[in-house]
């Protein structure tokens, strides 16, 4: 049976590296924590230098103003009754910060605001490149702004940029140049709120593989990249800024030996997320990963990794939690080798 383990020690350094990174730009940290939504990996993040936490699922929102956090960016849009509901009844207890890129949503927004008796903040979404959601820039989101920003139970607090597409440009300065075009963009869009005499006093972007770039714009107030203080150092999306080893370990049993060059593990692609990059095997030498099945792992075995036997451990380095997370019921948290608490995984639409 696998097992999924948290190096508390390497969280908590990376998580400062992060902070301090941040705020070398003179910016603020409100990391994205997606499928990693775990109320205590929040509040580390916050006591690490984070001023709030950004979600993308109403489930996660919940989840964490319950469990207190004071500042939550919604960085997605509801519109069905019950998710309006449970965000209202969240912002009861936490400042819930919503985006929104079209007029209608801040209708739907409003009303759940008045019927469950809460305010809400709101960031206008502008799509700075992306083409997936985000309203046009400038005079188009400033209208809106405006318009949504009279509505009951709203508050217009800025606007929000996702420039996350720019991060698979392999040349820096290729992807600098496109990521300075994409902040522009933003700051052309506060430029225009302010000349009708809106505050925009939060500017939200720095997507996770392009953080370090848009860090470095004037216009930018706020970084979303989520929490690379769970990235492997190889992780091909991590910064350059960071280094150190992976956070989280699967643990898994050697079940089969077909051959002296292979091993073969009970687990697979539903427990570890592969997108961003293999798992690595640690403390074996000579061992890597093959080949990976639904519920199977291949090992290539080399040199004295081919003693490796039938029931013992093997440990896998993640290079990704957004999908890993939730494929497990708990995650077991160390300090050395030291068990020191099991955390259940948050896992709510």
């Not at 994409?182 to 000349?195: F, H, N």
């Not at 972007?205 to 004037?218: K, N, P, Q, R, Y």
């Not at 107030?221 to 929490?227: G, L, R």
Request: negative net charge; aromatic residues 4%; charged residues 20%.
């Amino acid at each position: 049976m696998s097992e999924l383990r948290l190096n508390l020690d390497l969280l908590e350094s990376n998580a400062r590296q992060m902070a301090e990174c941040v705020a070398a730009f003179g910016k603020q940290w409100r990391p994205q924590v997606k499928a990693a939504c775990q109320p205590d990996i929040a509040k580390l993040l916050l006591k690490s230098g984070a001023i709030g936490i950004t979600t993308e699922t109403v489930g996660q929102v919940e989840a964490l103003a319950e469990a207190g956090i004071p500042s939550i960016l919604f960085a997605h849009v509801a519109v069905a009754e019950d998710q309006l509901r449970r965000l209202a009844i969240a912002a009861r207890t936490s400042e819930v910060i919503l985006i929104v890129d079209h007029f209608v949503q801040a209708e739907f927004y409003s009303r759940a605001a008045l019927q469950h008796t809460c305010q809400f903040r709101f960031l206008v979404e502008v799509n700075v490149g992306m083409n997936r959601t985000g309203c046009r820039p400038r005079v188009d989101a400033s209208q809106l702004a405006q318009a949504a920003g009279r509505l009951p139970g709203l508050q217009f607090a800025g606007i929000i940029g996702n420039e996350a597409h720019l991060a698979s440009i392999g040349d820096y300065r290729k992807k600098r140049n496109a990521v300075f075009e994409a902040m522009g963009t933003l700051q052309q869009t506060r430029e225009a709120m302010l000349s009708v005499g809106l505050e925009c006093e939060i500017v939200s972007a720095g997507a996770t593989g392009v953080f370090e770039v848009a860090a470095e714009h004037s216009v930018v107030t706020e970084i979303q990249a989520d929490c690379l203080a769970f990235r492997e150092f190889t992780d091909p999306h991590g910064s350059e800024l960071l280094g150190g080893n992976s956070v989280l370990i699967v643990v898994a049993d050697v079940i089969s030996r077909p051959s002296l060059e292979q091993a073969v593990l009970n687990v697979g692609l539903n427990t570890i997320d592969t997108s961003a990059a293999i798992p690595r095997v640690v403390g074996i030498d000579g061992a890597g990963v093959a080949a990976m099945y639904d519920e199977h792992t291949v090992l290539l075995l080399e040199g004295d990794s081919r003693d490796v036997k039938i029931g013992q451990q093997v440990q896998l380095a993640v290079a990704i939690s957004n999908r890993t997370v939730l494929m497990h019921r708990q995650i077991h948290v160390y300090r050395g080798d030291e068990l020191l608490d099991v955390w259940p995984v948050i896992c709510r639409s």
